[in-house]
């Protein structure tokens, strides 16, 4: 089946976070909303049938988790990344980012330093925070238009971390870890006893030739060592469905999270979400390599519109996620200038970078996975902003 991933769907009154809370994030209606990550495209026709049949049964109850819904999941990661899960230490949960919060806070004290790599998923920041943790940042390093990682000074605090939080592959960057890279970020933490927390949402999100490499598969030392967080939510958009994985090295590790989450008496998914996720990785592969091909087109457009139109904003290309990070420091504006810009010159709702890394200023983070219409119209508006500077 074609995919028509041109078309322009209006989200504005579907109860879309992206669109119908403009107001509350940018003070206007009317800006294009390029920041939260999920995509404006539908998804794939098995998980809409899988979704209709189920609406139309009519009884949502308590809704159980089969074996067939574990095992699609193991199913998916043994085709795409050769990672042959056990299902014994599968566990569920709400999302990637409860996963985390909960993570944080039973495997370790208050008090205690949290490692992140900045810039990063703002919610690092918050699920340390949140529990009264320390925020160790070991920020990641430009050169030569690349980012890279400091290992000198993430030796250094891997000796305070009690957990590494790590961005598998990288947002807000793009970056897909070499699996030298994360080789030698595992080894140090096992030689500080800090325990390896994987956020791989982003993993089926992957381009130019690169290949995924799943934390918990380098080496048999490593996944005693590492938690890894998976879903499909970010694939194919389902966020709204919420549902994810987390992985554990041991069987005690594993109970001490399930146990946490039957206190709250949160332990089961929606009527909807198995029903989805199953679809999704049994049926959902045509779907996502047309829409690699697609995100990829939106990337060549932007660098080539930026190149030619706005050299003074420099996109990084991701290899993966479908989010770009834009360097916008030429505009000589401090980040509450650079912030309004966007809102009332250009008309864009995009990411501020300092939520990624406190320290940066000059950064921004675009959502590439709509329409290229919109990406075109986006991008004009931008360059006539610029132009008018």
């Known amino acids: 089946m074609k ?21 509350k994030k940018f003070g206007r209606e009317d800006v294009i909303p390029l920041w939260v990550a999920d995509m404006d495209f539908r998804t794939a026709e098995p998980i809409i049938d899988a979704l209709k049949e189920r609406a139309e049964e009519g009884i949502w109850g308590y809704t159980s988790r089969p074996d067939s819904y574990f095992e699609a999941i193991r199913g998916w990661q043994k085709r795409r990344n050769g990672w042959d899960i056990k299902k014994e230490m599968m566990s569920w949960s709400l999302g990637v980012v409860p996963a985390l919060s909960s993570i944080v806070k039973l495997f370790s004290e208050p008090g205690d330093s949290i490692m992140i790599q900045t ?52 947002n807000p960057l793009g970056i897909v870890w070499s699996r030298e890279e994360l080789t030698r970020m595992a080894d140090i933490c096992m030689a500080n006893n ?27 030392e490593t996944a005693g060592r590492v938690i890894s967080c998976i879903s499909g939510t970010k694939t194919f958009n389902l966020a709204g469905l919420q549902a994810s994985t987390t992985i554990f090295p041991n069987l005690e590790m594993k109970k001490k999270f399930d146990d946490f989450w039957m206190a709250m008496d949160i332990h089961r998914n929606n009527a909807f979400s198995s029903v989805a ?38 996109p990084t290309v991701p290899d993966a996620t479908y989010l770009v990070w834009l360097d916008c420091r030429e505009l000589n504006m401090d980040n509450e200038t650079l912030r309004t810009f966007m809102i009332e010159k250009a008309g864009l709702g995009l990411n501020e970078g300092y939520t990624f890394g406190r320290s940066l200023s000059g950064y921004m983070r675009l959502n590439a996975a709509c329409p290229r219409s919109v990406l075109e119209r986006a991008l004009g508006q931008l360059k006539n902003a610029v132009d008018r500077l």
């Open 3 to 23: 995919y028509n991933f041109d078309e322009v769907i209006d989200r504005s009154h579907n109860r879309a976070a992206k669109y119908d809370e403009r107001m």
């Open 119 to 170: 810039p990063v998923y703002s919610e690092f920041y918050d699920v340390t925070e949140a529990w009264g943790r320390n925020v160790l940042e070991n920020r990641l390093v430009e050169k030569d238009d690349a980012w890279g990682i400091d290992f000198e000074d993430f030796e250094a605090k891997a000796k305070e971390a009690r957990i590494f939080l790590l961005c598998s592959p990288h």
């Open 194 to 220: 800090t325990l390896l927390v994987s956020d791989e949402i982003h993993s089926d999100l992957v381009f130019h030739g690169k290949k995924h490499i799943p934390t918990a598969t380098l080496s048999a």
């Open 277 to 314: 996720m199953e679809a999704a990785f049994n049926e959902g592969e045509e779907w996502l390599e047309q829409l690699l091909a697609y995100l990829d087109g939106n990337f060549t457009f932007i660098r080539e519109y930026c190149s030619a139109n706005i050299p003074k904003i420099r």
